[in-house]
């Protein structure tokens, strides 16, 4: 191979670019270092020490060494907010709030994020207040009109729930005739408590004219109609729910029965509770019927309902009232008292409900669940059966 002259002009350039590209990176990244403010670091470290209160006030410094920081503001008030430490967050976002330079973006935004801290930290007049001065910025209207939604919920401000989501309905188009029909049925059923029964009639009109299928509803008229001895009229709105939701029929099974029953009309109360327990098993189904036919026919009847039931869907809590009506035939069998009290307890474990949204458990029926706030998220039936379906 012969050696090319143009070689060695060639490789020294080669080797001087890679040095002066080495040094100008090294220069770079010195002057990176030195701008910098020396706070900055010193948060970190005290950040990384849990010594959260001290790291705040570095961070703070370096924000007022140096303006374009304030995203970590942001993230440091959220990092503290999911972990639990409402009043770091506060302090980091109030800050921000404070400072005269900051333009009116980053305002809203640090109002907006100050609003989550209050409302995660339940501090709900706050968030309100925080909440309500950003419905004027187009940016962050919709945003707080959602917050301000819950916040009426969660302090059961049932007319300015409704107004709230009216507005977000005819500006933002969402759609939220189920929520608003519940927020009647709350009205309504605050009403009948305090004995105010036109208000209460009122507000489940209301509801239904909302929305013409709400369960909630048509049962609430039921019983105002059932309170004022329209009885007729109490049964007739009742089994309007077997039309809206047949999975529903458990929460007006014993209305329907006890009012039945006023009438006279037991066979035809424990025809219907059959019927419907053939179309829509369910254990709470099961355990109406179950108490009416003991109540009514005896033990006997009672039994032979349950074990034709559990031939057809067997479940731990069927057969847990199984052996409760058979001891109820041989009160003195203690084999059986002591299986019957084996299967009540782990019975016990699966009779619950379980919201769709977040898994949260309860032992009584929620139309509204106490762990996400969703509305309709419970079906109206026990873990094991929806487990087992």
């Given at each position: 191979?012969?050696?090319?002259?143009?070689?060695?002009?060639?490789?020294?350039?080669?080797?001087?670019?890679?040095?002066?590209?080495?040094?100008?990176?090294?220069?770079?990244?010195?002057?990176?270092?030195?701008?910098?403010?020396?706070?900055?670091?010193?948060?970190?470290?005290?950040?990384?020490?849990?010594?959260?209160?001290?790291?705040?006030?570095?961070?703070?410094?370096?924000?007022?060494?140096?303006?374009?920081?304030?995203?970590?503001?942001?993230?440091?008030?959220?990092?503290?907010?999911?972990?639990?430490?409402?009043?770091?967050?506060?302090?980091?976002?109030?800050?921000?709030?404070?400072?005269?330079?900051?333009?009116?973006?980053?305002?809203?935004?640090?109002?907006?994020?100050?609003?989550?801290?209050?409302?995660?930290?339940?501090?709900?007049?706050?968030?309100?207040?925080?909440?309500?001065?950003?419905?004027?910025?187009?940016?962050?209207?919709?945003?707080?009109?959602?917050?301000?939604?819950?916040?009426?919920?969660?302090?059961?401000?049932?007319?300015?729930?409704?107004?709230?989501?009216?507005?977000?309905?005819?500006?933002?188009?969402?759609?939220?005739?189920?929520?608003?029909?519940?927020?009647?049925?709350?009205?309504?059923?605050?009403?009948?408590?305090?004995?105010?029964?036109?208000?209460?009639?009122?507000?489940?009109?209301?509801?239904?004219?909302?929305?013409?299928?709400?369960?909630?509803?048509?049962?609430?008229?039921?019983?105002?109609?059932?309170?004022?001895?329209?009885?007729?009229?109490?049964?007739?709105?009742?089994?309007?729910?077997?039309?809206?939701?047949?999975?529903?029929?458990?929460?007006?099974?014993?209305?329907?029965?006890?009012?039945?029953?006023?009438?006279?009309?037991?066979?035809?109360?424990?025809?219907?509770?059959?019927?419907?327990?053939?179309?829509?098993?369910?254990?709470?189904?099961?355990?109406?019927?179950?108490?009416?036919?003991?109540?009514?026919?005896?033990?006997?009847?009672?039994?032979?309902?349950?074990?034709?039931?559990?031939?057809?869907?067997?479940?731990?809590?069927?057969?847990?009232?199984?052996?409760?009506?058979?001891?109820?035939?041989?009160?003195?069998?203690?084999?059986?008292?002591?299986?019957?009290?084996?299967?009540?307890?782990?019975?016990?474990?699966?009779?619950?409900?379980?919201?769709?949204?977040?898994?949260?458990?309860?032992?009584?029926?929620?139309?509204?669940?106490?762990?996400?706030?969703?509305?309709?998220?419970?079906?109206?039936r026990r873990v094991e059966e929806v487990d087992g379906a």
């Amino acid at each position: 191979m012969e050696f090319e002259l143009w070689y060695l002009v060639v490789l020294p350039l080669v080797f001087a670019a890679g040095w002066f590209g080495r040094a100008f990176e090294s220069r770079m990244r010195a002057a990176d270092n030195a701008a910098l403010p020396h706070s900055y670091f010193r948060g970190l470290n005290l950040l990384l020490n849990d010594q959260h209160d001290k790291a705040i006030d570095a961070f703070i410094e370096v924000v007022k060494l140096d303006p374009e920081t304030i995203e970590l503001h942001h993230a440091l008030g959220n990092l503290f907010r999911r972990r639990g430490e409402f009043d770091r967050a506060v302090r980091i976002h109030t800050h921000l709030l404070n400072r005269a330079d900051l333009p009116a973006r980053e305002r809203s935004r640090a109002l907006a994020e100050l609003g989550q801290d209050y409302l995660k930290g339940g501090l709900l007049d706050r968030a309100e207040d925080a909440f309500t001065r950003l419905l004027e910025d187009r940016n962050h209207r919709f945003e707080a009109q959602r917050a301000l939604l819950r916040i009426y919920q969660m302090e059961r401000e049932w007319s300015k729930a409704i107004d709230c989501a009216r507005r977000l309905e005819s500006e933002a188009g969402e759609n939220h005739q189920t929520a608003i029909a519940h927020f009647r049925c709350e009205i309504a059923e605050a009403a009948i408590a305090s004995g105010r029964f036109d208000e209460a009639q009122a507000a489940v009109d209301d509801a239904l004219a909302t929305d013409r299928k709400s369960v909630r509803g048509l049962i609430l008229a039921g019983d105002l109609a059932e309170r004022q001895g329209e009885a007729e009229e109490a049964l007739r709105l009742w089994r309007r729910v077997e039309g809206a939701s047949r999975e529903h029929l458990p929460l007006i099974a014993s209305k329907v029965s006890a009012t039945l029953d006023r009438l006279g009309r037991r066979d035809e109360a424990l025809n219907w509770l059959r019927r419907s327990l053939s179309d829509a098993p369910s254990i709470d189904l099961l355990d109406t019927a179950y108490a009416r036919t003991a109540e009514w026919q005896g033990a006997a009847a009672a039994e032979t309902l349950v074990a034709d039931e559990l031939k057809r869907h067997p479940s731990l809590l069927g057969f847990e009232r199984l052996a409760e009506a058979r001891l109820a035939l041989n009160p003195g069998d203690e084999e059986l008292a002591s299986m019957s009290a084996l299967l009540k307890g782990h019975a016990r474990k699966l009779a619950r409900f379980r919201c769709n949204k977040c898994g949260f458990r309860t032992r009584e029926y929620h139309w509204n669940c106490p762990g996400c706030s969703s509305w309709d998220s419970y079906p109206p039936r026990r873990v094991e059966e929806v487990d087992g379906a």
